[in-house]
């Protein structure tokens, strides 16, 4: 330990002593209780270092009891305040050599005694003290090498420093080879086959963080599953490892994840190979030993065996099943003890945002004081929050991040590009514990009172210790020669070839002026003109507007929304009802034509309280193409307009797939490389504008680049090779456009870890026709593309066309219709292995008696010419639907058809009519497949 670290670590008790004396014995001031809690466990691993087992252990109490009073309602605090201060006494005076060993360990283990007695607090023993150097005692060798709790201890310090005291169940003994029962290995299956479906949805860049979490949870339990089960030790590492590889792409992100996500498909198949029996139990230990290797070798996962680190006889002895367990749970009483951690829940989803929003802001601005102050403020928020909470890992990460943006706030460091790497690295991990925090408050809502949540704890030692280099003014690559060079300022390389002296070099930097000031020497402007200009300029960065906002569930918006549709209903049976034609009724039809407007108007305000701005899903995307930007090498502009444009609540949430798959296409494929560009002569930086707009009662959003443009020739060639088109068929352009969104299709060379394996823009036609969306693809060779995405505004309501076929109504969406027409006898004709077609000014359409598909019976018009055709389009294709007869144009409110006909063919539901029948609402692409 050097001087500063002693220095500091004597500052850290008197920090202490000084907190607990602000405490009162009602413990209501939980922020100061958690500072201390976070400074007791923050000298702990120094006091393994320089003082005495037994006075380790009074710190190890003291440490123990804080979290109990931050997590635990405790009638009385007088006694453990009192100890407070008598231990720190007793560790400041061991650190200074005050006092024989034989009376500092009977004064901590005085005051340990009275902790445990009070409070419930267990510690592990610890030896006496020897008076032979106590200051180099080794922690591990101090304490009972016997205790398994004592080990449990020293492993937790190792692993991370930050959730010490944190106490758990050992774990059984088990044998190498035991095959669990059936039930088990059912469970385990089933556990099995959830994380490979969760796998497959992965992209190799893993920018979906909460399904990432989602994975290092689902490996964690199994490795403690398997540990219960006592399955073999080499499945055991497997699962540990496969957990190492997801969340070290959570904290660091991996060099290589394309080979990350191929080998974690191998972990999961051997693991089902394991429990189906399929091949050789020891070939199967075998590769799970071999693959295991690679994580270790290839990718460079940290994985820790405790059977190993024993040097144990050949009986086996209980094996301590990973050092440190990773999920925290945290007892809840009652519903206002749920209400706290609900809310924060939603705060930080705010926070996260605003954060993120900041920091790529900050980016672009590094000396904008206003957004620095913002972010730490915002951090400061959480940290305390956090802390009130007992989410630690929050907390100290938040802390941690606030030293650093304190001293950008006082100037005493610049900011670099690797501190907003780290900013935003910290931002992604409180997201996703904030996400799984959110998962399991929703579960026990339903288990209250006295349940409780959990929480995964991240390994964030690396994280840290970043963060905390950058305090101290160092860098991740100061270590690393010809990378550091790079980046090393122009004036330290003259500085270094001694071509100026360091007076020069200060003299140079104070002539860089502001171009305001420029101008004021220039004679342009005047300097109270710039300074009222430079006002302005602040003030719009920091000036929202301000907006009276409420919280409401969305679970009562969407009743509200149904009662709503139930009195729009109601009130157009009512108005359609017979009785009203007489002329005795007129006043009361007028009546109930004014009530018609004002439920319309309700109907409209509803809608608009589920209709959020698409602002949030934008920023995500700035922040995706920064990420990519910076992994591709490619500089990059994006461009975002019409962020305040409102969507319905459900379909922002479903749109985030298919944005995140388009942007991916614009930079991989669209934007050409740097060189490329300069060649063709446009700018070396890309664009890509990103925009939203309301157009016909719809909503757009496009997706534009200014790069090379879609390639009609090697399109219609990989779809001959393909086998989707015929060689001689000739096509539209806007027809080759569209075979990239067809299933497998892609014209890359290469396949890269961010695209190229003809999965993606299929993914995005697929989820755009679910939301009841269009994708149009419009491009120019040599000067970019479009991608224009048409969605209804809300999926609630559905603009469409009443049609009927006998006595049945149809709604056909009005999104698919082009036209309607009466065709003449000499238009329709059939033709060989296509059936009906019907001819449409020289095209010929596929035609779709819908009254035998539907299986209508009764339908007046049996012959296409007596009655009307709706030309609808499906997948860039047309078609026409025969009906008897078109009856008007109506916003029906959608009805779910129930389970028993959930996925009918054809059919994606129903709506009541204003005469009080049942209107079937047709899905166009369905009826397409049926014929």
Partial sequence: MTDHEYQELLETLDEIVSLTGALTADLTDKKTISDIMLAMEKIIPPLNERVAPKVTRLGVALASLYEKFLMETVANGEPGLEQTVAGIAVIRRALTKEGSPTELDSSADTAVSVISSEYGIETPPAEPSTDIATDTVDPVVAMDSSSDETEELANDEEEDDFFVGMTYEPKEPHPEFEKADEPAQNESILKISAIASNITMLDPEMTDKKLVSDLVIGFDNLVKDFTEKKLPHSLILLCKGLSGVFEKSLMAGLDDGELAVKLTGDGVRILDAFFEDIEDKEAILGRADDLTGFFVADLGIEIEDEQQKREAPQEAEPEDEGSHPKIVSIPIASDDDLLLYSEFVSETSDMTVAMEEGLLELEENPEDENVINTIFRAFHSLKGAAGFLGLNTVNVLCHECENLLDKLRKKTLDLNQEMIDVFLKSVDVIKAINEELDESCTQAKSQTPNTQIETTRFKISDLLSTISNLVEGKRDDDSEGEEADETEM??????????????????????????????????????????????????????????????????????????????????????????????????????????????????????????????????????????????????????????????????????????????????????????????????????????????????????????????????????????????????????????????????????????????????????????????????????????????????????????????????????????????????????????????????????????????????????????????????????????????????????????????????????????????????????????
């Fill in 490 to 931: 122009l004036g330290d390389i003259l500085l270094k070839k001694r071509l100026i002296s360091e007076g020069q070099l200060k003299q140079a930097l104070e002539n860089q002026k502001p171009v305001g000031k420029i101008l004021v020497e220039m004679g342009v402007l005047e300097e109270k003109v710039v300074d009222d200009a430079l006002r302005e300029q602040s003030q719009k960065r920091t000036k929202k507007k301000a907006v009276a906002a409420l919280k409401v569930d969305t679970e009562k918006l969407d009743s509200l929304l149904e009662l709503v549709g139930e009195l729009v209903i109601s009130q157009s049976i009512v108005a359609q009802d017979s009785v009203l034609g007489d002329d005795l009724n007129k006043g009361l039809q007028k009546n109930l034509s004014s009530m018609g407007k004002i439920t319309k108007n309700i109907q409209d305000h509803v809608m608009n309280l589920r209709m959020i701005p698409i602002k949030q899903t934008f920023q995500k995307m700035s922040r995706l193409v920064r990420d990519l930007s910076k992994k591709m090498e490619k500089p990059v502009t994006l461009h975002l307009s019409g962020e305040e444009t409102e969507i319905d609540k459900t379909l922002v949430e479903e749109l985030s797939d298919p944005l995140v798959h388009l942007m991916r296409n614009a930079l991989d494929h669209g934007l050409e490389p740097q060189a490329d560009r300069i060649d063709a002569g446009k700018s070396p930086t890309g664009n890509v504008w990103l925009s939203a707009y309301h157009k016909g009662g719809n909503v757009y959003i496009e997706v534009t680049d200014d790069g090379r443009g879609l390639n009609r020739d090697r399109i219609h060639e990989k779809a001959v090779e393909k086998g989707l088109i015929d060689p001689d068929h000739d096509l539209s352009e806007h027809e080759i456009y569209n075979l990239i969104l067809e299933p497998g299709f892609s014209t890359a060379q290469v396949v890269t870890d961010v695209s190229g394996r003809g999965v993606g823009m299929d993914v995005v036609r697929s989820n755009i026709d679910r939301l009841g969306g269009r994708i149009e693809i419009n491009s120019t060779p040599g000067k970019g593309s479009t991608m224009a995405v048409k969605l209804p505004l809300t999926m609630a309501i559905v603009d469409g066309m009443i049609v009927r076929i006998g006595d049945e109504r149809f709604i056909i969406p009005t999104i698919s219709i082009r036209e309607s027409i009466r065709p003449k006898k000499d238009e329709i004709s059939t033709v060989r292995n296509q059936g009906e077609l019907i001819n449409i000014r020289g095209r010929l359409l596929p035609l779709v008696r819908l009254v035998e598909k539907l299986n209508v019976e009764d339908a007046e018009c049996l012959n296409p010419w007596e009655g009307l055709v709706i030309i609808v389009e499906s997948d860039d294709k047309e078609y026409g639907l025969m009906v008897d007869d078109l009856l008007g144009q109506q916003q029906v409110v959608i009805k779910s058809l129930g389970k028993r006909f959930k996925g009918l063919a054809g059919i994606s539901g129903g709506t009541i009519l204003g005469d009080g029948r049942v209107g079937l609402i047709l899905d166009v692409a369905g009826v397409v497949e049926m014929n």
